[in-house]
């Protein structure tokens, strides 16, 4: 037998013995201040960040070069916009082609690619065009934040995927500090091995690995905006500790956080909301919004940080697309003419199944897990992306999420309601924004998935500490089924030829090692 593969079964047989339902690690309170415990979690969190970067890597890095070259630089957007930045202006510094400057209608793509044809001149695709300049309508935050004092540090360019990839490992970390927050806030009667199980299944449902394994401009965005979402989330549920005293320092750090997002991908904004149920205890004792000085400065901490962050935001896309609403994404030089697009309510019924409930399409050969065919009969123009199956399909631990409204009571008991609703709520505005604005897609998920794994991972934690002993263990058994299903069904997609890189065709000699390690020759 080879080596690599006793190695592996060798790993996958310690994880079965850590994590079967009579280990110690169910009966040991989590206290991470207990050496033992923080040697686990940091070996848990070495594993999936290795592995992440792995399946980052998985297709052959030089296939991203060849892509961005044959795509008119479009994987160099980011890198383009830190040049731009660093030249004291908003705007690309490449010249779009006279032809597209003298179209009425530049967001004509049938139009468009016949001019392309006649004049042997391409556009720069997916960059935002407006009055005769190129813009990159993504965020500006990640292009401040690396790719510039990347640029001015090293005199290079910062590769996109080495971005994704990196925050992809600091997403691991900061989402397991969120779920110890929030375990220690709301149930801190959870064992050792609860939390690492949810942890671990709450990671892939935010879409990490689907970002690593598609390290390109699109996924830049989406990773900014979920490392600081979930570090701003952490610093607001750690703004009072136990003994009632306010630290108003993370309070501003938390809130300052997911402003940024408005800079990476505006709608996770949104997530602003979630201060209400986090202070909720507190505003009810009347220490926000309360004309007392530590209930005011306990407000303007929280407020003041997203006043400079918005009027920033207002003042580039004021100055790039004439408007402070505007980002700039109509103008996005795409498969369609976005300044036309359309809202209508006949897109749910399709887009909603898709997105969230179409079964995985299953076959015996490793991978396991194939493209689906997406199928939909709106009468009109929807964006329709690659997809694997639902998100309840690939995340089943998030079905958890519907429990809420049954176990409403104890959830309230605990203070955990008031979150988990208004996560369930935020999550559906999500996706009916995206539904309307973007389609369907695999990535799009990123928006709310980890808001319901959220929920779940809420509801779950009220189960389990609201049951007795013969309870506790019937209903970790299911949740332990579901999570190693949710964590090895995103893994597994690395390999699917639904993904956008196919691992089988641009590194055959790594698809089929793996296989070999998985399956019996």
């Not at 990476?264 to 926000?288: G, N």
Request: charged letters at 15%; proline letters at 5%; hydrophobic letters at 50%.
């Amino acid at each position: 037998m080879h080596p690599g593969r006793i190695a592996f079964l060798w790993l996958i047989g310690m994880l079965l013995v850590l994590f079967g339902p009579r280990s110690w690690i169910y009966t040991t309170r989590l206290n991470l201040r207990e050496r033992r415990q923080r040697l686990l979690v940091v070996l848990i969190l070495l594993l999936n960040i290795l592995a992440t970067s792995w399946a980052g890597r998985a297709a052959d890095p030089s296939v991203w070069r060849e892509l961005r070259d044959d795509r008119d630089y479009q994987e160099k957007e980011y890198e383009l916009y830190a040049d731009a930045l660093l030249q004291g202006h908003t705007y690309l510094d490449i010249r779009p082609p006279r032809y597209l400057v003298r179209m009425r209608n530049p967001y004509d793509r049938t139009q468009r690619n016949e001019l392309t044809a006649q004049n042997d001149e391409k556009v720069l695709w997916d960059a935002a065009y407006y009055n005769g300049r190129y813009y990159v309508y993504f965020g500006i935050v990640p292009a401040l934040l690396s790719f510039v004092p990347w640029r001015l540090v090293t005199g290079t360019a910062l590769p996109t995927w080495r971005a994704v990839l990196f925050n992809a490992g600091l997403l691991w970390i900061l989402s397991f500090y969120f779920l110890y927050v929030l375990v220690r806030r709301f149930f801190r009667k959870t064992s050792l091995g609860v939390y690492l199980l949810l942890a671990w299944a709450f990671v892939p449902a935010c879409g990490v690995i689907y970002l690593a394994t598609f390290p390109v401009v699109y996924s830049v965005p989406f990773i900014y905006g979920l490392v600081f979402t979930i570090l701003g989330l952490s610093l607001w549920l750690r703004a009072f500790d136990r003994k009632g005293k306010a630290h108003r320092l993370r309070m501003a750090a938390g809130s300052l956080c997911i402003a940024l997002t408005l800079g990476c991908r505006p709608t996770m904004i949104l997530t602003a909301v979630l201060a209400f149920p986090v202070f909720w205890e507190q505003i009810r004792e009347k220490r926000f919004f309360f004309p007392k000085k530590d209930s005011l400065l306990n407000t303007a901490a929280v407020i003041l940080p997203f006043i400079p962050v918005g009027l920033l935001q207002m003042e580039l896309n004021r100055a790039r697309f004439g408007s402070p609403f505007d980002f700039g994404a109509d103008y996005n030089l795409t498969v369609t003419d976005l300044t036309k697009k359309t809202v209508s309510i006949a897109k749910n019924i399709p887009a909603l199944f898709q997105e969230l409930f179409q079964p995985l399409q299953v076959q015996p050969q490793f991978p396991f897990l194939n493209q689906v065919d997406v199928v939909t009969d709106y009468q009109g123009y929807m964006f329709i992306d690659k997809m694997l199956g639902g998100f309840f399909a690939l995340n089943m631990l998030a079905l958890f999420c519907f429990w809420i409204f049954r176990i409403r009571k104890k959830m309230a008991d605990r203070g955990a309601f008031g979150l988990a609703l208004s996560a369930f709520i935020l999550a559906a505005v999500l996706i009916e924004m995206d539904i309307q604005i973007g389609g369907i897609s695999q990535r799009y998920m990123i928006d709310y998935g980890w808001l319901l794994m959220l929920t779940a991972v809420l509801a779950i934690l009220t189960i389990l500490d609201d049951t007795d002993t013969h309870g506790y263990y019937a209903y970790l058994k299911v949740i332990l089924v579901l999570a190693v299903a949710c964590i090895g069904i995103n893994y597994l997609t690395v390999f699917s030829d639904g993904q956008a890189i196919s691992v089988r065709e641009y590194n055959p000699a790594l698809f089929y090692r793996i296989r070999c390690l998985l399956l019996p020759s």
